[in-house]
């Protein structure tokens, strides 16, 4: 797994997002093998509960312990970027107007211990049978970024660096990244743009990359004191993302039109709780 340290907080949606943390690559089933949900032959958790979270809280949470499966305030368009990561949100489409508002505390079990490729497919069974859940994929024409060098020289910005040999791990504050994994890093801030390392790097760097969101909506009434003092905390004269990529990483985005892979929802229906 790579892991990618992000720096501020990001609002996105009416969710706060706090990425002072780590950001994971979720590992998933390639797009164009998936199937409409009713008809995947997929694991399925053995037992599962399903229930309206209507806590007003911003911060969504999953764990996974042995064989049981837990989350926490998800919405449906959450549960649906799992699946299909690295997918843009913004390329998940149709539904009703609840698949982001509504929110969800799911237990479940299954009979023996859960693997992450696992939890993937069997969310999509629990989505397909208790969400109703149909959707079919498609090509079309759309927005896209293509990362690249962006100075004449090839010079690099003093934020992307080789690897020391003598590091056999990466540090908590650098990770070693291969520059596709930073492109679809980037995708979620990237106004939901498919990101496409278009650099010719090879090499695997460390990457430290520190930005400031170009828009902050207001804070929810209820919001947890750690979200405020995330808020609390952003460099409001920071540099934008675009800034930070050329200065930090020597990196631009190149905007331009190409197809790209949609997720359609042909159904969706709210489940009865349990």
Not at 235 to 244: C, E, F, I, M, R
Request: aromatic share 4%; glycine share 6%.
């Amino acid at each position: 797994m790579i892991v990618l340290v992000f720096a501020e907080t990001i609002l996105a949606s009416g969710t706060m997002r706090v990425l002072t943390l780590f950001v994971a690559v979720v590992v998933a089933s390639p797009l164009h093998a998936q199937v409409p949900a009713s008809k995947a032959q997929s694991p399925s958790f053995e037992v599962a509960s399903v229930k309206r979270n209507a806590s007003g809280s911003v911060i969504v949470n999953t764990t996974v312990e042995g064989n049981r499966y837990t989350g926490t305030n998800l919405s449906v368009k959450d549960l649906l970027a799992g699946i299909y990561a690295p997918l843009p949100r913004a390329r998940i489409v149709g539904g009703p107007n609840w698949i982001n508002t509504d929110r969800f505390d799911i237990v479940a079990t299954a009979e023996g211990a859960l693997r992450y490729p696992d939890v993937t497919e069997m969310i999509r069974s629990l989505l397909a049978q208790r969400f109703q859940l149909v959707v079919h994929s498609e090509v079309r024409e759309g927005d896209v970024y293509d990362l690249k060098v962006a100075r004449s020289t090839a010079e690099l910005g003093p934020r992307l660096l080789p690897p020391k040999p003598e590091c056999a791990v990466a540090s908590p504050d650098r990770s070693r990244c291969p520059m596709a994994e930073l492109a679809r890093m980037l995708d979620p801030f990237t106004e939901q743009r498919t990101v496409r390392d278009r650099t010719g790097l090879t090499d695997r760097y460390d990457v430290q990359l520190t930005w400031t969101p170009d828009r902050l909506g207001p804070l929810p009434p209820n919001a947890p004191e750690e979200v405020i003092r995330a808020r609390e905390a952003i460099d409001p004269n920071g540099p934008a993302l675009s800034t930070a990529l050329q200065e930090q990483l020597g990196l631009k985005l190149e905007a331009k039109k190409d197809t790209v892979d949609i997720v359609v929802i042909d159904r969706l229906e709210r489940p009865a709780e349990n």
